[in-house]
T-cell receptor, first 114, second 119 residues
């Protein structure tokens, strides 16, 4: 069974640009969550999607957005990039909503903002 | 808001030894889950062990076990017979449950403990 797939794995952008990251969950999983990992702030919850609806949202500005498609694949978008957005963005999927706790993580997308 | 504190940024032990990683948390919630996740150098986070707050019995998974002290808000991870493959960042995490039983606010992670197993 294929794991969680995130693309691209690495990308470099400049300030002011926007970026879209993609996440394909494990087949059959309907919940997708996104996390930002930085050396300073650690791992922080961005948002969760379940059945194409955003169910939970972390404390991030509106520049961070996401969506989920009918096949459960998810994208997150960051507009007007800032230097502080440089991070590893992790996607996690689960069969049910994340109350089960067993999240399966992808390897992440490493974003560098110059 | 919840907070999770891991007071040991880095630990190093010899192979086959037993090691305990500390985690404390602060919450006013009564219904929640606690987790330990492992992030090896390849970066893929893996669930190590999970504990439901309402369960008094400590969770165990093979060489991994927890000491869950709800009143003290403590959730330590013990790794027995440590192996080289246990070398990784270990994150303690908290998830509260909402009224419908769904996970609310996602996982709250600690800063992590870098565990190094020496040969």
């Amino acid at each position: 069974k294929a794991g969680v797939t995130q693309t691209p794995r690495y990308l470099i952008k400049t300030r002011g640009q926007q970026v879209t990251l993609s996440c394909s969950p494990i087949s059959g999983h309907r919940s997708v969550s996104w996390y930002q990992q930085t050396p300073g702030q650690g791992l922080q919850f961005l948002f969760e999607y379940f059945s194409e609806t955003q169910r939970n949202k972390g404390n991030f500005p509106g520049r961070f957005s996401g969506r989920q498609f009918s096949n459960s694949r998810s994208e997150m978008n960051v507009s007007t990039l800032e230097l502080g957005d440089s991070a590893l963005y992790l996607c996690a999927s689960s069969f049910r909503r994340t109350n089960t706790g067993e999240l399966f993580f992808g390897e992440g997308s490493r974003l560098t903002v110059l | 808001a919840q907070t999770v504190t891991q007071s040991q940024p880095e630990m190093s032990v010899q192979e086959a030894e037993t090691v305990t990683l500390s985690c404390t948390y602060d919450t006013s919630e009564n219904n929640y889950y606690l987790f330990w996740y492992k992030q090896p150098p390849s970066r893929q986070m893996i669930l190590v062990i999970r504990q439901e707050a309402y369960k008094q019995q400590n969770a165990t998974e093979n060489r991994f076990s927890v000491n869950f002290q709800k009143a003290a808000k403590s959730f330590s991870l013990k790794i027995s017979d440590s192996q080289l493959g246990d070398t990784a960042m270990y994150f303690c995490a908290f998830m509260k449950l909402d009224m419908s039983g769904g996970g609310a606010d996602g996982l709250t992670f600690g800063k992590g403990t870098h565990l190094i197993i020496q040969p």
